[in-house]
């Protein structure tokens, strides 16, 4: 058996391996890479003929997944399923630090892809247990702090992001999304090894000086959102086992304490340098940069 550990958005993970499972390289998990720790979650791998029936009440479906729970443990059930588990290739068992990941053949034979080891290990619910969340954002580094540009998808939050990186050479972080968790006090977003079809996916961690909600408009206006309304523009972006209610308890905790302590802006925009020239002055008249 071959031991991996990794490091993503402040939780600590095991990966437990065969020696028959080829795993060729680790795509984006490669930079989470760190030195053994005993405070893991543990992720056991395995390939089998026959998964596992579920043992508990079915809890959430949906044509790619069934989640079965009792409240000691969660299965998920993944693949092409519609409305039968027997139609999975991926069982994942949840309970407490313990995950269990079985793989069938012949849908996957001898070698594990990184995706498909991200997909089952479930960072939402990893992430949710440490108090923190997975934000659909495009995360930048503005001298050694996170902007968060959020909004629905196709407004344009990676085009924002591109403008800072070309005219105040801004480092982009994550092109689609970050963990979002309180370290000591400390509002702070964390590269995570998935980022949808962004080139960008690093592994930082930084203090989040602000989140900017955007809109498409001619021309560019801010204000600062506050209170339920900017805890609805957080919560609009958040990735959370909706299934799961100590999931749902714990991250909307932790956005009503990000609501609270991190300036919220909704921006207005135009997908030009204007458009930066507008945040950048808020910002600097606020002492945030």
């Known amino acids: 058996m071959r031991r991996l550990y990794y490091t993503v958005g402040g939780t600590a993970l095991c990966v437990e391996l065969p020696q028959e499972l080829q795993y060729p390289h680790e795509g984006r998990l490669a930079p989470f890479r760190t030195d053994p720790v005993t405070s893991a979650f543990r992720c056991t791998v395995a390939l089998t003929d026959t998964l596992d029936p579920p043992q508990s009440p079915l809890l959430h479906k949906e044509p790619a997944f069934l989640v079965y729970g009792d409240g000691a443990a969660t299965v998920r059930y993944m693949g092409h399923i519609r409305t039968d588990w027997r139609n999975a290739h991926t069982r994942v068992l949840h309970r407490g630090n313990e995950i269990a990941v079985q793989l069938q053949y012949p849908t996957f034979s001898n070698t594990l892809a990184a995706k498909t080891l991200m997909d089952a290990l479930g960072l939402e619910h990893l992430i949710a247990r440490a108090g923190g969340f997975i934000f659909h954002c495009s995360y930048i580094d503005v001298g050694g702090k996170a902007v968060l540009f959020t909004a629905p998808s196709g407004t344009g939050k990676s085009t924002q992001a591109d403008l800072w990186q070309k005219y105040r050479n801004a480092d982009i972080i ?25 080139q960008y996916c690093k592994n930082r961690d930084l203090p989040i000086a602000a989140i900017v909600y955007l809109s498409q408009a001619p021309e560019n206006t801010l204000r600062t959102v506050k209170g339920y309304e900017a805890f609805l523009r957080i919560w609009e972006g958040v990735s959370v086992n909706t299934w799961d209610k100590t999931d749902l308890e714990l991250v909307s905790s932790a956005v009503q304490t990000l609501a609270a302590q991190v300036p919220v802006f909704h921006l207005c925009c135009t997908p030009d340098e204007s458009a930066v020239l507008t945040l950048e002055a808020a910002l600097r008249k606020l002492e945030i940069l």
């Open 174 to 198: 994550n092109g689609d999304r970050a963990a979002v968790r309180i370290c000591d006090g400390i509002p702070t977003a964390c590269g995570i090894p998935f980022a949808g079809s962004s």
